[in-house]
């Protein structure tokens, strides 16, 4: 909690009174209180078990060098993923992991559709680590807000970026490189 969200609570304290019914509640709310907590230690307990099993996956390792990709996103897809000889295009596993549309054009009608066969687990951890990939990389973000200026809604773009970023991902696994990031021009050095 923060100081200025302290204060507020402080302030609040020291003129609130409780209503009668506060003895009945009083315990369920320790009781949940308690719960949370220990959910919450759960779930660290969880993260630092996945990073320890993601330690002993190759593809886990490679999609793990892409910036703003974590340890459980990196983990869900690996697992999603399998092996990249799954695959036989970098448009296979675009689709797979949900980051493709579909043509849906007929005649004088241009238009795109959702695939129905998605892994939507992937789809997921794919949408969570693109989004925040566009956040430690300068020209994801630009594509990003480049995609947002012509009329797209976040999700359509995220997905738009995750396209390219599934390009990528199917040359890393299939070429066992690691992500790098390429200088800018007039940069003498890349940036992360």
């Known amino acids: 909690m923060g100081v200025k969200s302290a204060a507020i609570i402080e302030h609040w304290q020291k003129r609130a009174h409780f209503s009668q019914e506060v003895e ?21 307990r969880l993260q630092a078990k996945i990073a320890e099993v993601a330690k002993n996956s190759k593809i886990a390792k490679t999609l793990r060098s892409i910036p703003g990709f974590g340890a459980v996103c990196t983990s869900e897809l690996a697992g999603e993923i399998g092996t990249i000889e799954r695959f036989a295009s970098e448009g296979s596993l675009s689709l797979y992991l949900g980051m493709s549309m579909l043509d849906n054009s007929s005649g004088k009608y241009q238009g795109t559709k959702a695939p129905k066969h998605v892994n939507t687990r992937a789809k997921a951890a794919m949408m969570i680590g693109v989004d925040r990939h566009r956040k430690y990389v300068p020209e994801s973000q630009r594509y990003y807000e480049k995609k947002r200026s012509e009329g797209k809604k976040h999700n359509q773009a995220i997905r738009a970026l995750g396209r390219h970023l599934a390009r990528i991902i199917y040359k890393m696994l299939k070429q066992e490189r690691e992500y ?8 003498t050095k890349a940036k992360v």
């Open 24 to 44: 009945w509640v009083s315990e369920m709310i320790q009781e949940d209180a308690k719960r949370c907590l220990e959910l919450d230690e759960k779930i660290k």
């Open 180 to 187: 790098e990031i390429r200088p800018e021009k007039g940069d």
